[in-house]
Every structure is written in C-alpha cells, then in structure tokens.
C-alpha cells in the first residue's frame, strides 16, 4: 500500500489520497461504504435503523 | 377545476370509492398547474378515511445480498456486479435493531431477507428471532422473507408476525421487463395465501422502473383490486451495477402525482413512504407527500442505503400535528 493512493469506498475506484470522488461523496451521505478504502476489498456491509457497519476482513471493522 | 378532481371529490372523497385506472391514469396526467388541487384532494381523501396518524416503521435486513432472482433494480442480486456482499445479522443484533426502532415510538417493525424464498435456516432465524424481539421489545414485527409455501405462511403466523411485505413491484405487463426469475402471477399467489392466513398484507412497489405512465395506472388499479392493508410506495435509487443503474430518478413532480393517484386509488390503505424519497423529491418531499396523501414512513436506515435521521421525520411530524400511531391503536 502507498500512502499516495487509495480507494474510493463507494465505487472502488482508485483515488489520490486525502481527496475523493465528487460524485461518490455526494452518494455516500446516503449510503454505507462498499469498499476498503485501504485495499480495495469488498467489505461486509450491515445497515441497521440506526448506523451501519462494514467489515475489511484485512482491516477490520468501520462503523457510521 | 379538472373534472377528474371534480369526480374524485364526489366519488373517493364523498363516498370513499376508489378512482378505477382510467380515473388514475388522468391524475397521472395531469398539468403541474393542477397538482397542488390533487394533492389536498389525496390529503382530504387521508385525513377523512384514514384520520391524522402516522404509522412509523422502521425495517431491517436479516440477510443481506446474495439472492438468486434478477429484480433489475435490485443491488442485492447475486446476478449483478453490485458491491454488495452476502451477510448475516445475528439474532442480538436484530433484537437491539428493534429497540432501537420503537425507541423512535415506531409501532411496526419490519424483518427482510434477500431470498427467493425463505429456506430451513431462514425459517429458523425468523423463529427466534421474532420469540427474542417479543421477548425485550413492544413493537409489532412484520416480515418480507419473498415466495412463500402454505408451511411458511401458517409458521410465520404462529410465530406472531402480524404483517407480510411481498411487492408486486410492478404492474402486470410490464413485470417480465423487470423480472425474469418468477413471475408476478407467482408473487399474486403468495399474497393471496397471505391474506387468507389473516396475516395483514403489505404490497406495493417501485415507480421509475422505466414503466410508462399508463403502466403507472395499470399497476395502481392492479394494487387497488388487491386491497392491500398497507402499500409502500418507492422510487427508484439507480444501484451501481444492476441493470437499472442508469436509468433517471423520477421527476419530483411526477412522483408526487403518483402520490396523489395511488391515494386517490385507495382512499383507506396505509400508504407509506419507502426508499428512494430523499434522492426523487430531497427533504422537502417528506412534507409534501404526507400533506399529499402519505400517511405512513419508514424512518431510519433503509436495507443497503441510509434515510434522513429518524428526528429528522419526527420532528416535521409534530410541526404536522399528525399524531404517530400508538401501538394501542394498532393490536
Ligand atoms: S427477490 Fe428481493 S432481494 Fe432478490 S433480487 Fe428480487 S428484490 Fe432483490
Ligand atoms: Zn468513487
Ligand atoms: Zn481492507
């Protein structure tokens, strides 16, 4: 991993580090991530009525 | 005054008929200049067959993703190169979902599974988890589990579900453009069992599929001759790779005329907002579909997408001065 790109955790597109995609961004105040955003892996994703959770088998848990 | 509205005045207002589909399909078409007209007609319609409450429900998915049909606009499809990825939520996990649900003073809880239809395993969740969540929590739970077995239904009665959700999505000719897995008259049969269970029927579906606005009356009559206790009302949230993924939202506009239709199609059911609203008509939707003809929500988080806070609802509820529906109410 470099520490000069990383992934966008809604479409898994690569991304400069410390910015994100426009359009992602926007769509991601009404969605949970899908991607790690450190690897790239498909995450398990679990929305609940309050918050959400999403698991990087690699990097672990994130919760919003 | 168009003289659909005139007739709707009379006919579902007066006498609580429902507009057939020809009497749908003008509202549909009717100019923007008329819609205003159409909505306080639709709330009229509410307030006198249905009264001021709100029924607030808040929903979770038990399994996620994974599924083996091929709903095009569905981002839980196995089928698709959606994102999202099989997962289970356990049985605590699901009771603190439902706390946290009638914490918001929501009366319905409802439990969804990404599936066909539900197998032994599913089955077997469903059984203990209903049992946990009656257990700790006072709220009514329904389910949405897909096609299912006269076995399943009279289990899922037993258990104490109260309500079943299976969506007919779409109208009749235009499902086999949306589904090609099973088929609409498949999906009849199982609300057909579901209904002679006693269990309350929940159906309704998604508008934006890329249906026409005839097909949009079409599916509101097909609905109507259901007679639904409740019918949730989506617009489509075009999901990363899935068939539909490109297709545009529906137009604030046409959405809420639809609003306005389907109420005025069926002046006494529960007809609630679901998913898509806050991408078609944004926050200010929320006030003018339950001033429209809306009188339930879904508040929180959706199965794979997120809603406004649930406040955020409660809030414009109150400055509504419509009450939300006691659990008292509803048993
Ligand atoms: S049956 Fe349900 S979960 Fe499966 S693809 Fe269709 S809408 Fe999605
Ligand atoms: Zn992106
Ligand atoms: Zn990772």
Known sequence: MTTTELWCDRCGDPVPA????????????LEPPRYCHHCRRRMKVQVLPVGWSAVCVEHGEIRG | MPE???????????DGVGLDEAGVLAVLNLPDEHLPAALQLAHDVRMRWCGPEVEVEGIVSLKTGGCPEDCHFCSQSGLFTSPVRSVWLDIPSLVEAA???????????????????????????????VAAIKAEVDIQVAASLGMLSQEQVDDLVDMGVHRYNHNLETCRSYFPNVVTTHSWEERWETLRMVRDSGMEVCCGGILGLGETVEQRAEFA???????????????????????????????????????????LAMPRTILRYAGGREITLGDLGTRDGLLGGINAVIVGNYLTTLGRPATADLDLLDELKMPVKALSATL
């Open chain 1, 18 to 29: 410390g910015t994100a995609h426009p359009g992602c961004a926007s769509a991601r105040a």
């Open chain 2, 4 to 14: 659909i509205l005139d007739q709707a005045r009379t006919q579902v207002l007066g």
């Open chain 2, 99 to 129: 706390k946290q649900t009638a914490k918001t003073g929501a009366t319905e809880f409802c439990i969804v599974a990404a599936v066909r239809g539900p197998d032994d395993r599913l089955m077997k969740q469903m059984r203990e988890g």
């Open chain 2, 221 to 263: 009559a097909q609905l109507a001759e259901l007679n639904p206790h409740e019918v949730p009302l989506n617009f489509l949230n075009p999901r990363p790779g899935t068939p539909l993924g490109d297709r545009p939202v529906v137009e604030g506009k046409d959405a809420l005329r639809a609003i306005a239709a389907f109420r």
